[in-house]
Structures are given as C-alpha cells and as structure tokens.
C-alpha cells in the first residue's frame, strides 16, 4: 500500500493544495505568560510589600465568592421604596451627620456622652480607613451588582472593612452599654424605647450597605466587629482616659497629640489613589482638639466639674427652649464660618513654608499628594471635604433629602481604580480557566438571559451579550442555571469561565501572545479612560485638615460654650 506521497517527500498536487487551505498552526509553551505586561496583574504585586500583598491575595477570592450571592439577594428584594430607605439612611452613618450632631451633644450638657462618642466615631474613621488602606481590597464588583448610594466619593474607597458598619455598630453598642449601666436613670419604658432603636439603628446601616452593592458580608463582619470592640475598650476605660487628661498638666494633652500625629505619620500608603487617609486625617484632628480643648475648658472657671470634668453648662429648665436652639443655631454657624475662613487662610499661607521645609530635606511626602516646589498656588474652591460641607453645599444637601429619589445614583460598572483593576484581574483569571476547561475539552456556550445587557468585556474573554454560561461537553445539551445564585455565579466565574468558541476555521493557538496583549492594554486603556480622573491633592492638605478640624472641635467644647456665657446663653453658677 502507497502513502500517495512522491520520493521526495512531497504531497501529490491534490493534496498539497489542501494542506494549503488549513489555517497555520502555533504552538504556545505553557511556560509562557500571556497576559506579561497587563498593569492589572502586576499592580498591586509591584505596589504592596509582601507582607500586605500576600493577605490581600488570599482574601481576594472571598470578595469574589460573596459577589453572585449579593448580586442574587439584590435582584430577588431590590425595590424603588428600599433604594430610597437605604440610601436616606446610609447619611445617619456618615461623617458629615456625626460632624453636625456630635457638637449638639457639649452645648446641651452632655459632655460625657460627647467625648465618649468622638472616642469611638474618631478611632473607628481611622483604623478601618487605616485597614482599608493596607489591604486595599474592592468592594463588590459592579456588575452584576448595582450600587446605590447618595455619596459620589463613597465608591472611590476601598471596600474592607465597612466603616459605616464601624461606625453604626459602635454608636449602637455604647449606647447599649450605658443604658445597662447602673448610673444611667431613665424610667423601663424610655430605656427599652432607646435600646430598640439603636439595635434597629446599626442593623438598618448594615444591611443597606449590603443591599445598596457598596459591601460584601466581610466587610459589614469585620467593620462592626471593629466598631463593637471599640465601644466595649472605650466603655471599660473611658473614665481612665479622661481622668489622666483631666488631672495631669499640659504634657498630658500634649502625649495624646503626639500619637496621634505619630499614627497619621504611619498611615499606610494606598496602592490606588484613595480618600481614606483624608477622613482618617480631618478625625485625627478632631480628636486633638477635643482633648486639648476639654483639658483647657476644664480650667477655665466656665465649666462644671459634675457629673464628668469641662461639662458645658446648661439646664433646660432654666435656659428654656428659645435659648437652647439659639445656641445650637449660632454653635453650628461658628463651626462652619470657621471652616470657610481658615481652609482657604491655611491652603494660601503654608505653600511658602512647605516650600522652605522642602528645601531643608523635611518633608514627609505621601505617595498622592504633590510636593509644594511643583506647583505655584492651590486653586481656589477645592472640593476636598467629605465630612464638612462648605457652606455654598448646604442649600445641595436639603435638596437631596428632599428629593432622594432623584439625589441617589445607581451605577454599574467600575467606579474606582480598584474596581477597575480587580476588573481587568478577573478578566485574566477567567481566561486562564477558559483555556484550561479548552485543553480539558470542556466548552461554555453562551445562552440568552435578562441581566448582562451593557457590560461587554469586564468579565468575559469574549462579549456578554445578555448572556449567561452552560456547560456542554461531548454528547450533552446545555443545562439552564437552576436559580438566579447559579447564574450571577457563572457570569462572574466563581468556578469555570466563559469561553467562547473558536469560529470556523481558526486554529487554536493561533492567536499570538503579543496581540492579546495588545487587546488586553486597549480594553485596560478603555476602562481607565472612562473612570473619573482623581482630582490632585496638594500636600499642604494634610495639615490644613488638622488644623480646620482641630479647631472645629475646640469650637464645639470650648469656644462655642465660652461664646455662650459672653452673650448671655449660657449659665454661671454651681452645677445643680
């Protein structure tokens, strides 16, 4: 029997035309990286030390695994009546609301509660920021999630822990903890009214968090864990606390000071341009103006020494409510007239000296903040702040309470330099499956759902098309996905990935290294170009916040209330 091929070796006529026709055939060694050079993969690699990197990429696969399950529970209860609860909701455990209302607390009397509140609320804004930027985990992907919220830099922040979860959890549970304390005389009716309502408080802003898409189960377990751990330390030692402030000299204020600024020093640096370390700054300052503040008030011969050291005078009885809202009225316009002179007075006259300071070799620069020598002046109207607004905002946020509906965004889709390259990560992961499940013989196809409609390319090596994935293999027809949880699962790869098949007529490995990582670099070119461009942060920002904060909490316990006895709001006396 003849092979058909001539002496020579070469293929008859016939049958070399139809060697011809078949597509070439490239062979790829499996030692090889296809996605080298992709910013996605070796961002935070190159960006974090190892002993960061190495958690980070072992919690990762958690954020991933809650995503189709938070996706699902969203699509299943999602409601226009929960989008605007949630997200009206989500303010009461925002800074700004806690910057507004923390101050009402001194100038009614209750002093005590006031500093034991700021002790948890100021450590809880600086140790999850302090994790978040360590870790620099995402939040939730978007999509299959939709986020809601009524706060545009909220997304910009890292995911893990949830700090409006540290926050909620630690007002509810010290306010928990002093209604079961003995010393606390309210009647059985109004203390379980109370205790009620700061349970409903912390669940409410847990689970809108989880509702709204902004985090996953993690977040909210660490985040209140946080928060709870806070209020018990602040609960037991409070009193110690502020009795080694109270009964020392100035050096005890001044011990406190330098810690604090010793921790915004050691703030870790963020991989991804974030805010955290704005908010963990401006309540940094906060903390040093209240303690040194009190320490002062205490020693002024203003103050009451009962029930608790630098107490604001004040008795409703004698007072009477005309009086009572006057005062909160003229406390709130001092703190924000306070904040629209002395930010811009501080962002014009530190430039020059920061310059100087330069020179001399002792700046303490941050990774996202620029240095004064390269710039002349910061612009006027920077839009800085997330705790408190200016003062041309306000008329803004009464309209958005209002109006929620039309004030809450929903969006899908990256919003974040983390969110994009988590994004581009997961996109690379999956193709490395897809191409497994190939070698393995096992193909996805693509099938028509209701959900994928927009987001072509953020997850799948190939479009989405409002598709969700089966399996097929030799002899077998697709199975549809038995719930929405296997379908929000399969669209964002918790085990297999997408593939799409090869079209008629292309080889396998045909497509060349370097041209998927030509696509690869335009789709990351693509998704950072359509994110919001960071604004430039100066580096005279820094301590800008401490000092405006500072001074914002110095007004609320010892400026405001020596204002108050001045202009005759407050009262003189012995404390009743």
């Known amino acids: 029997m003849t092979s058909g091929f001539a002496a020579d070796g070469r293929a ?56 189709p399950i938070l996706a699902s529970i969203q699509k299943a209860v999602r409601s226009p009546a929960l989008d605007t609860y949630f997200s009206i909701t989500a303010n009461l455990g925002t800074h700004t609301f806690f910057m507004v209302f923390l101050p009402i607390l001194f100038w009614c009397g209750y002093t005590n509660l006031g500093r034991g509140m700021v002790h948890v609320l100021a450590s809880g804004v600086f140790f999850s920021g302090f994790v978040k930027d360590m870790w620099c985990l995402p939040r939730p992907l978007s999509p299959p999630l939709n986020r809601i919220t009524m706060s545009h830099s909220a997304a910009l922040e890292y995911g893990f822990p949830s700090t409006h979860s540290t926050n909620a ?47 996953g189960f993690f977040d909210v377990f660490v985040g209140s864990g946080l928060g709870a751990f806070l209020s018990i330390l602040q609960y037991s030692y409070g ?37 955290c370390f704005d908010d963990s700054v401006a309540f940094s300052g906060v903390t040093i103006g209240i303690e040194s503040g009190n320490w002062h008030f205490g020693r002024s011969g203003m103050a009451w020494n009962l029930p608790t050291p630098a107490t604001v005078p004040f008795k409703l009885d004698t007072l009477g409510w005309p009086k009572t809202v006057a005062r909160i009225i003229i406390g709130v316009i001092m703190i924000f007239a306070w904040r629209e002179i002395m930010k811009p007075a501080l962002l014009s006259m530190l430039p020059p000296v920061f310059r ?93 759902n ?79 170009s359509k994110l919001e461009k960071p604004r430039v942060r100066y580096d005279v920002e820094v301590i800008t916040k401490l000092i405006v904060y500072a001074g914002i909490a110095w007004i609320a316990v010892e400026g405001a209330p020596i204002f108050f006895q001045v202009t005759g709001l407050g009262l003189s006396g012995r404390p009743p």
């Open 450 to 528: 209701d959900f994928g409609q927009g987001f072509k390319g953020y997850f799948a090596d190939g479009p989405l098309n409002k598709n969700s994935s089966r399996d097929l293999r030799a002899g077998m027809l697709p199975t549809p996905p038995s719930s929405n949880l296997d379908l929000y699962q399969s669209m964002i790869g918790a085990e297999t990935a997408i593939y799409t098949p090869l079209t008629p007529g292309t080889a396998q490995g045909s497509r060349q290294p370097s041209a998927e990582r030509r696509q690869d670099e335009r789709e990351e070119r693509e998704m950072f």
């Open 356 to 448: 100087v300071v330069e020179k001399l070799g002792l700046s303490l620069p941050r990774k996202f903040f620029v240095q004064a020598s390269e710039y002349k002046k910061v612009p006027n109207q920077l839009k800085d702040d997330n705790v408190i607004p200016a003062f041309s905002e306000i008329p803004s946020l009464f309209t958005s309470m209002r109006h929620p509906r039309r004030s809450r965004s929903v969006s899908v889709g990256p919003q974040s330099e983390a969110d994009a390259y988590e994004t581009l990560a997961y996109r690379a992961k999956r193709r490395r499956e897809s191409k497994s499940d190939q070698a393995n013989g096992v193909l996805r196809i693509d099938e028509n």
């Open 12 to 67: 008859p006529p016939k049958l070399e035309g139809l060697l011809d026709t078949l597509p070439p055939l490239s062979l790829v060694k499996s030692t090889e990286k296809l996605d080298a050079g992709l910013r996605s993969l070796d961002h935070y690699r190159t960006k974090l030390p190892l002993w960061r990197y190495t958690p980070r990429q072992r919690l990762i696969p958690l954020v991933r695994w809650e995503t």
């Open 169 to 215: 959890v630690s007002v509810a549970v010290y306010a928990l903890l002093l209604l079961k304390s003995p010393d606390t005389d309210f009647n059985p009716a109004l203390k379980l009214a109370l205790q009620i309502l700061s349970c409903c408080y912390a669940t409410s802003i847990i689970l809108g968090r989880l509702y709204c898409g902004m985090h």
């Open 239 to 275: 009193d110690a606390f502020d009795h080694f402030i109270h009964s020392g000299s100035w050096e005890a204020p001044a011990i406190v000071t330098l810690v604090i600024l010793l921790l915004v020093r050691i703030h870790p640096e963020p991989a991804d341009d974030c805010p």
